[in-house]
């Protein structure tokens, strides 16, 4: 495998629920680093409790993480973005350029309520489409409306990429999540993989045991594109086919 990026992630220190503090921001990247994340793209909330709105200090933010990162030799580079809580107020300042797309791209992470019904999630991609972006859905094994027969596909023939985090993959026999998640992605319907970190302690960049279910039961060429590939045309601003 070439490497493992991360296009989720908190790691940005001050902004959101995420890392606290620069030093914070420099443990998870190393501890990210070291189980073979090598790219990571900060995506800070954007939302009612969270209003950044100010790509110039989130883009500094990363500049100094990643010159703290040089430093340390940690081999792992950070990019910019954010996580937004969809609206159509947000597709106005996304238009504007006052909240990020990823790492410069037509992609953007979105996020819903998890109580959302499945018409609005599915009008929101179509609008976020039809102004010329590329929708990932954050964490879209949050959203109970999705789950039903049929639907994620729907959403991926309008436009939607779904991303999903890495910690949903494993649970218990009776975690109907977990069994969700697992068949998406046996049917090859998730694009991207996060960690979604937001700290070291309940919420670290720890991805050794989905891994290992990633290995046993994923073919290595859809392993590749959903762990790294993927994410590359992300950085590189190209349509995922």
Same mark, same amino acid.
């Given at each position: 495998?070439?490497?493992?990026?991360?296009?989720?992630?908190?790691?940005?220190?001050?902004?959101?629920?995420?890392?606290?503090?620069?030093?914070?921001?420099?443990?998870?990247?190393?501890? +990210?680093?070291?189980?073979?994340?090598? #790219?990571?793209?900060?995506?800070?909330?954007?939302? $009612?409790?969270?209003?950044?709105?100010?790509?110039?200090?989130?883009? *500094?933010?990363?500049?100094?993480? &990643?010159?703290?990162?040089?430093?340390?030799?940690?081999?792992?580079?950070?990019?910019?973005?954010?996580?937004?809580?969809?609206?159509?107020?947000?597709?106005?300042?996304?238009?504007?350029?006052?909240?990020?797309?990823?790492?410069?791209?037509?992609?953007?992470?979105?996020? $819903?309520?998890?109580?959302?019904?499945?018409? $609005?999630?599915? @009008?929101?991609?179509? &609008?976020?489409?039809? /102004?010329?972006?590329?929708?990932?859905?954050?964490?879209?094994?949050?959203?109970?409306?999705?789950?039903?027969?049929?639907?994620? /596909?729907?959403?991926?023939?309008?436009? +939607?990429?779904?991303? @999903?985090?890495? /910690? #949903?993959? !494993?649970? *218990?026999?009776?975690? =109907? !999540?977990?069994?969700?998640? #697992?068949?998406?992605?046996? /049917?090859?319907?998730?694009?991207?993989?996060? !960690? =979604? @970190?937001? &700290? @070291?302690? =309940?919420?670290?960049?720890?991805?050794? #045991?989905?891994?290992?279910?990633? *290995?046993?039961?994923?073919?290595?060429?859809? !392993?590749?594109?959903?762990?790294?590939? &993927?994410?590359?045309?992300?950085?590189? =601003?190209?349509?995922?086919?």
């Amino acid at each position: 495998m070439t490497g493992i990026a991360d296009v989720h992630s908190h790691i940005l220190p001050g902004l959101d629920d995420g890392a606290p503090a620069g030093k914070t921001s420099v443990e998870m990247l190393r501890a +990210a680093s070291a189980q073979g994340i090598r #790219r990571v793209i900060a995506t800070p909330h954007y939302s $009612f409790q969270f209003p950044n709105a100010d790509p110039r200090r989130i883009k *500094g933010l990363c500049r100094g993480l &990643n010159r703290k990162a040089g430093k340390e030799k940690i081999p792992c580079r950070v990019y910019p973005g954010q996580e937004i809580m969809y609206s159509e107020r947000a597709l106005e300042l996304l238009d504007k350029g006052e909240l990020l797309t990823l790492a410069g791209s037509r992609y953007i992470l979105i996020e $819903f309520d998890p109580s959302a019904p499945y018409s $609005f999630i599915y @009008m929101a991609i179509r &609008n976020c489409a039809t /102004q010329g972006y590329l929708p990932v859905i954050a964490h879209v094994e949050r959203y109970r409306s999705v789950h039903g027969p049929g639907k994620a /596909q729907e959403l991926i023939s309008q436009g +939607a990429y779904l991303q @999903m985090n890495h /910690q #949903r993959i !494993t649970g *218990g026999w009776n975690d =109907d !999540t977990a069994r969700w998640c #697992r068949n998406m992605l046996k /049917q090859k319907q998730i694009h991207f993989l996060g !960690t =979604d @970190m937001h &700290n @070291m302690t =309940d919420r670290k960049p720890d991805i050794a #045991r989905p891994l290992k279910w990633i *290995g046993r039961h994923l073919e290595a060429e859809y !392993t590749e594109r959903i762990l790294w590939e &993927n994410a590359m045309k992300i950085l590189a =601003d190209e349509k995922i086919l």
